[in-house]
Each structure stands twice: as C-alpha cells, then as structure tokens.
C-alpha cells in the first residue's frame, strides 16, 4: 500500500480534465450483462471499483478487455448468476447486479455487498421493486446468500418512498427485461441515472423521461451491441474545485457538465470565490480565505453527499462558522476526526457538524477511512502548512484515476510514498 504525502500552501493555479464518471460506467458495466453480445464503453476511469467490476463480470463468464480508457465487455458467455461472496464484499455498486442477472438468467445469487465505510445502506428499495416484477426473494441467514429467481418477469408500477439511486438502476434493468410496460415514479434524477437510460437506450432499449423521477419503459425489447461514452465524473470535478477555492487557488476545469454542479458552485459563490461556467467548462478563482457557509446533503439536485467531507474540509479554514446538515448517511462525520489533527474545530451532534474556521491548518499524519474522506483529507493537506500524510489512501483509488497527477497539475505538492511502518 501506499500513503499520499501534501505540502502545504504551494500556489494552485491550473487546468484539469476530467475523468469518467465513475458512478456512471459501473451500472453501464452492470448493464452489458443484459446484451448477449458485446458492449464497448469509452472514457472509462482506470479506478480500482471499475477493475473490481471487471472481476466480478470475468467469475460470471464474461470478458472483460480495458485499453487505455476502452472496455470491451463480451457477455456471451455468461453462464454463472451467482457472484462469489469475496467479489461482493469489495464494493457497494455489485448489488446493482442483482437486477442485471435476474433480467439475463431469471436468477440471482447475491450476498450483502460492502465496501461503504459511510453508513447501512439498506436494499430494501431495491428488493421491493423486484418483487413487484414478480421475483420471488429468499433472504438467506448469517452467511447464506440472497437467493432472487423469477419464471418472467412483468412490467408493473414501482413507487419508490425515497430517490434510491441503487434501487432505480436496479429496476431499470429489471423493467428493461420484464414482459410489458413498467412504471417507475419517485425515481433518484442524479445525471448518472439519465447517463444510464442514454446507454440503455443505445443498446436498443426504450427508456423515456430520463432526467425526471418518472421513467416509463418498454420491456422486452430485442437488445444489441453497442458503444457508449461515459461522461465525466461530476463528484471528482467538484473535489477538484473545493479543493483549489480551499486553498485560495484558481481553476479552470473541463470535460464534466456544468450543471451537475450548479448546487457546489452556487454555495462557492455564497463563500466568495469568483465562479464562471459553460456547458462543460467551470472556471473559479477564489480569494485567500473564503466566508462561511451552510449546506444540507439531499437526493439531486440538492447538494451531493458525496462531497459533503470535502466541503467540510474547505470550512475549516473558512473565515466565520459553517453548519453542515447530513441527511443521506449517518457515518459521513467520521472524516471531522481525522480533520481535528491538522487543527480544525469540529462540533458534531448527530446529523449536525458546525466547522469553526480557522487561520492556520497545520500539516499531521491522517488516515482515509473512506474515498470521499480521503480526498478530503487530501484537500485539506493542501490548505494547511506544512507535511501532510494522507495513510490508507487505496480508498482515494477506488475512485480516482490518479488525484496525486490532477491536483499537481494545478499546481500542488502531492506525490504517492510508501506507507509509513506500523500504521
């Protein structure tokens, strides 16, 4: 393993393209189960959930080629609908595989994934939407699998009590398999579920009101194969522009749509940061210390809780004190300890996080306790003076491609080292 070693204070001023999405391609890489062919998709992130992905895919029969930021994915050779307990327990995202099997084989045998460090997580919404395709679910007990199978499956109307995005890719792929219309209302809007039903579609399904939280789909529809480009990674672009406004840097950052983003940019406004945008351009520039703020995390197009530990990171050197709402996962306050070693004053109670900003962050041996944490650490190592030595950090790499490559490029003092002895 390796650590990420910060120093402090350099002055950011850069450009970043950014990578695929990595919360698009793993449904899309789920997806191509349902095509008994072979399905292409560009602009895919070398992170290690996708080449877990690919694991998991290669022990159901599949095969799985990625050049450069090129997948192929054979799945005509699919013959395995139960995924090896291991496989699962690396990651969150194979339970969308779930879905994707019963559609291929009428079967499934899936354990609870893992792999989130950030609270339960729950696939109650994902089991209740199947059912009401006709899937019979038998939960199995302590170590047993879930066991899921189906003679046909129908369309039917699902009404989720909550935008799960888990649960909708779930049901798309259910639905795009079943027998007749299916109906899904209270559907998560995130950009990466309308990436999902452009690639669906593509594919030669019939998905309509992609980008509203109702989506009707016509089942049953001969699939084929094809290519698809992923777009690009919304939650690793707004690390990127946290992380230079926190540190009082300026950033030109391209190749993610801007609007995806409106919500990070709009409180970087609030905070004082000079904030321009097009279609797939966002330009900040941000002064040496930014003002408080408050943030609530909710279900797009509220603010993403994916980056609500790097928002934190930024408050702590925010001039005044900045709340923080957490309505999505329980465990995301895990990182305000880590951030308490470099100096910031950090009040939790429950669901609440108040951030005193402070003058000086100084540089201190953190560990990442998940991926969005770690980045966050990371962002705060560039804001505070002094070494900063980022362990754990092959949780950043689930999720980006190479953050040490992108954040230097812009202007900071980052490089991969070895992990320290004894932690």
Known sequence: MSAIEVQGLCPIKGEIIVQGSKNAVLPMMAGAV????????????????????????????????????????????????????????????SIMLLGALLGRCKEAEVYYPGGCMIGKRPIDLHLMALEKMGVLIEEGEGDEPLRASVPRLRGTVVDFPFPSVGATENAIFAAVAASGKTILKGCAKEPEITELCRFMNNMGASIRGAGSDLLVIEGGLPLHDSRFTVCGDRIAGGTYLLAAAGAGGELLLTGTESAGLLTVTTVLKRMGALVYAEDELIYVKAPERLQASSIKTDPYPGFPT?????MMAVMSRAEGTSIIEEK??????????????????????????????????????????????????????MMAEGTTIVSSCEYIMRGYEDICRDLSGMGACIRYVEEPAGR
Do not use: W, Y
Not at 40 to 68: E, K
Not at 306 to 310: A, K, M, R
């Open 306 to 310: 994916d980056l609500q530990s790097i």
């Open 34 to 93: 349902l095509n008994k062919g072979i399905t292409v998709i560009d602009n895919v992130p070398r992170i290690q959930d996708v080449f877990c992905m690919m694991g998991i895919l290669d022990s159901l029969g599949c095969s799985c080629v990625l050049d450069g930021h090129s997948l192929t994915i054979n799945a005509a050779g699919l013959s395995r609908f139960s995924i090896p307990r291991e496989e699962m327990e690396k990651m969150r995202s």
């Open 328 to 381: 999505i996962f329980e465990n995301r306050f895990k990182t305000a300890v880590e951030l308490e070693k470099l100096g910031a004053e950090i009040i939790v109670e429950e669901d609440i996080a108040r951030i005193v900003g402070h003058t000086h962050l100084k540089g201190s041996h953190v560990e990442a306790k998940d991926l969005r944490g770690g980045a966050a650490l990371v962002a705060a190592g």
